[in-house]
């Protein structure tokens, strides 16, 4: 196993750090283990590190059987956090050519084609949360949907995806910040939801990370030609119309962004970790793919400033003990209804438990350092 030392990129020592922390007992059918994972092997590849690769396949084979079940899945729960940790199941067939992988693959294609919709055409976020859709649902569904597409068609199912994003947006979006509210009811029945427009009331930080991140994840995939290009660019808009709401709620002083992004120094409010790795993770990208604009009223410059703000404002929660990276001051969890009912308020958001090295926030910064390291060498070329 390679040594931690300084002069690693902290993509490859987060990542060393998960490797020695996270044991196959661990392992959960879940979107926050797929998200890491993912991110892992992501810097196994860039860096070329096969024992990663091999590491990153045995924690999938605690799920995957050899005829191709997951264990723990049910289908006829119809979540779509279910579908996360399917993202990296295309590299490992890609890889392997095991079997196993693509029939997992068409198990949860199956459950997005009987997945229930709201009237306008959008995934419930789950069974159990009727005519809800979730800025946090485009993340866990999406990426998976679009790279099947990419790979197995057909290519019309891309107009599917982006209305998916589409309806979002539409619903979730507030005129005033340009900001996106954390979920929308299409029945205006929920107790956190607005009775007129269904909105959540709050701007939760970490649920419009997943929106952004998934965003350019979905555009990785749908290819740049003239039949696929009107919904590259379709999406283009949103994440461009996205650029100057989060530069203007941006901490001026450590780079990073609030739990509940437009309260600021509310009482409660704090600078939280795995949004702001999120949002560092969209810009470095965006800049990254040239998805820029002239609407989105920033230059790739100043895109880059804030981001590589933002990183340093990330790079200040870590610590290192023993050899180990640690990743602080990352929202445990935060979600609406359910039971005990969560009501979507302001005092519910800040009252949420802060940790650290939760794999919510880890990922994300995995991800947001790799884009880094990209910046960083396309700088110096």
Not at 149 to 172: C, R, T
């Amino acid at each position: 196993m390679t040594e931690h030392n300084d002069k690693q990129p902290l993509s490859l020592r987060m990542s060393r750090s998960v490797q020695q922390t996270y044991t196959p007992d661990q392992v959960k059918w879940h979107y926050e283990h797929g998200l890491v994972l993912q991110s892992i092997y992501a810097v196994a590849k860039r860096y070329g590190c096969p024992d990663l690769t091999d590491w990153v396949r045995r924690m999938y084979d605690t799920k995957i059987t050899a005829d191709g079940g997951i264990l723990t899945y049910k289908e006829q729960e119809f979540n779509l956090d279910q579908i996360r940790p399917g993202v990296q199941l295309f590299d490992l067939d890609a890889d392997t050519h095991a079997p196993q992988y693509r029939k997992a693959i068409e198990t949860l294609r199956e459950q997005l084609r009987g997945h229930p919709r709201t009237q306008s055409g959008g995934f419930w976020h789950k069974k159990i949360y009727p005519w809800q859709m979730w800025l946090d649902g485009l993340f866990m569904a999406e990426p998976f949907y679009a790279r099947y597409v990419a790979e197995f068609g057909p290519e019309s199912d891309y107009e599917d995806i982006v209305h998916q994003f589409e309806l979002m947006y539409a619903h979730a979006r507030d005129e005033r910040t340009g900001l996106l509210y954390h979920a929308w009811d299409e029945s205006c029945k929920q107790l956190w939801a607005d009775v007129e427009t269904g909105r959540a009331p709050h701007v939760w930080g970490r649920a419009m990370g997943w929106f952004c991140m998934a965003l350019l994840d979905v555009l990785d995939w749908i290819p740049d030609t003239d039949a696929c290009r009107p919904w590259r660019d379709r999406l283009t808009v949103i994440a461009d119309s996205l650029v100057q709401p989060l530069l203007t709620f941006q901490d001026k002083g450590q780079g990073l962004w609030y739990q509940v992004v437009d309260m600021g120094t509310k009482p409660g409010n704090y600078l939280e970790t795995s949004a702001s790795a999120m949002f560092v993770y969209f810009l470095f990208k965006l800049v990254r793919l040239h998805l820029l604009s002239p609407a989105a009223g920033k230059t790739e410059a100043e895109v880059l400033a804030a981001a590589r703000k933002g990183y340093e404002g990330l790079c200040s929660r870590l610590s290192e003990e023993a050899g180990i990276l640690h990743l602080s001051g990352i929202c445990k969890v935060a979600g609406l209804g359910g039971t005990p009912y969560r009501d979507g308020s302001y005092q519910y958001y800040v009252g949420e438990p802060v940790v650290s090295d939760d794999f919510k926030g880890v990922g994300p910064f995995i991800f947001a350092s790799l884009e880094s390291e990209a910046a960083s060498e396309a700088a110096d070329h």
